[in-house]
């Protein structure tokens, strides 16, 4: 039995506490799955700062109103983190304690990629590359512009722009890295040209909780009624293991990569180890639909999509449910 007294490393007050097993969530950070298995945050298990904790026989017994929750005995260290695991009370189901691990803190030179395309990247760049500029440095940025009449290496408004005759719509830049990984940074955030983002931009992502090594962060969770995207934080390593799936995207036409964009999604983060959700299309809180309007001059109306948990602005023409409209 491990003596938490002697050997605890770091003030519990310090942790998230999450249902775990199989199956790991992120309190207060959204829903996470692996594979295509989901659970809910176990909202007894916010935060162990607003319960109260004691070591009893060797044990962390951590109680909320006097009431016991969860015993924590047995201890482990993966990739930086170190992690607690014990079960619910009384439902004995299991449970899981770690020290948040920032972002910062594994890479502080974290990537963002931002897909484009030649038809488009003059007009729909700009927005976004203005609203970047003040949160990180444009060395740190890589734009992707496909369906490009040559193959050349250039820069946009002061960022790295490859130029590819290839395509595969907003799954370009995932590919790329995963076929050319060695000059990135081992986490990056995938931004469309139709994003921008607001001033807490950097400070978001950089505090994201990588402790349990998550291969995708996605912005938002789709559901039954909504359509989701591919915006988020990818771990450069997890694409290059996925690189012949990836790959097979631009054997594939645009048409049907436009039609199955759902279901590439589902199918590539299938294939991760473990994901998280920082939102969900449906709880009104953590997305915010700001309106429609014809913001890049096309006469085409947008909606306004507000990803509050990492600060990012989408303007899309997707019909993306009724349930976030509220």
């Known amino acids: 039995m491990f003596d938490y007294q002697k050997n605890f490393p770091f003030d519990p007050q310090a942790f998230a506490v999450n249902s775990a097993g199989q199956t790991f969530v992120m309190a207060e950070r959204g829903?996470?799955?692996v594979g295509e298995k989901e659970v809910s945050v176990l909202e007894e298990f916010r935060l162990v700062s607003q319960n109260q904790w004691e070591v009893e026989d060797g044990q962390l017994v951590i109680s909320k109103n006097s009431e016991r929750v969860a015993v924590f005995d047995s201890?482990?260290?993966?990739?930086?983190?170190y992690f607690f695991s014990g079960y619910s009370y009384p439902d004995n189901?299991?449970?899981?304690?770690?020290?948040?691990?920032?972002?910062?803190?594994?890479?502080?030179n974290w990537g963002v990629l931002i897909a484009s395309?030649?038809?488009?990247?003059?007009?729909?760049?700009?927005?976004?590359i203005y609203s970047l500029k003040s949160q990180l440095p444009l060395s740190r940025v890589t734009i992707y512009i496909s369906g490009a009449p040559e193959n050349k290496t250039d820069t946009f408004m002061g960022c790295p722009a490859v130029f590819t005759i290839k395509s595969a719509r907003e799954f370009t830049p995932l590919i790329e890295v995963a076929q050319n990984p060695q000059s990135f940074a081992s986490y990056l955030f995938l931004l469309h040209d139709t994003c921008e983002v607001n001033s807490g931009f950097a400070s978001l992502v950089g505090n994201?909780?990588?402790?349990?090594?998550?291969?995708?962060?996605l912005a938002m969770r789709g559901g039954a009624n909504t359509q989701t995207f591919n915006l988020g934080l990818y771990r450069r390593d997890f694409l290059v293991k996925s690189v012949v799936y990836l790959n097979g995207l631009y054997e594939r036409n645009l048409e049907e990569i436009r039609r199955n964009q759902q279901q590439i999604i589902r199918e590539l983060i299938w294939r991760a180890k473990l994901v998280c959700f920082?939102?969900?299309s449906a709880d009104g809180e953590s997305v915010a639909?700001?309106?429609?309007?014809?913001?890049?001059?096309?006469?085409?109306q947008r909606q306004a999509l507000h990803f509050r948990k990492c600060a990012v602005v989408k303007h899309t023409t997707k019909n993306i449910g009724a349930r976030i409209l509220r």
Do not use: C
Request: hydrophobic content about 35%; proline content about 5%.
């Open 208 to 217: 994201l909780d990588v402790g349990l090594n998550f291969d995708v962060v």
């Open 289 to 300: 639909a700001l309106g429609k309007r014809d913001v890049y001059g096309t006469g085409e």
């Open 31 to 33: 829903k996470g799955i």
């Open 75 to 81: 201890l482990s260290y993966q990739n930086g983190s």
């Open 117 to 128: 395309s030649f038809g488009s990247y003059q007009s729909s760049l700009k927005r976004l």
């Open 278 to 280: 920082l939102g969900d």
């Open 93 to 108: 189901k299991p449970v899981m304690l770690w020290n948040h691990r920032p972002l910062l803190e594994q890479d502080p």
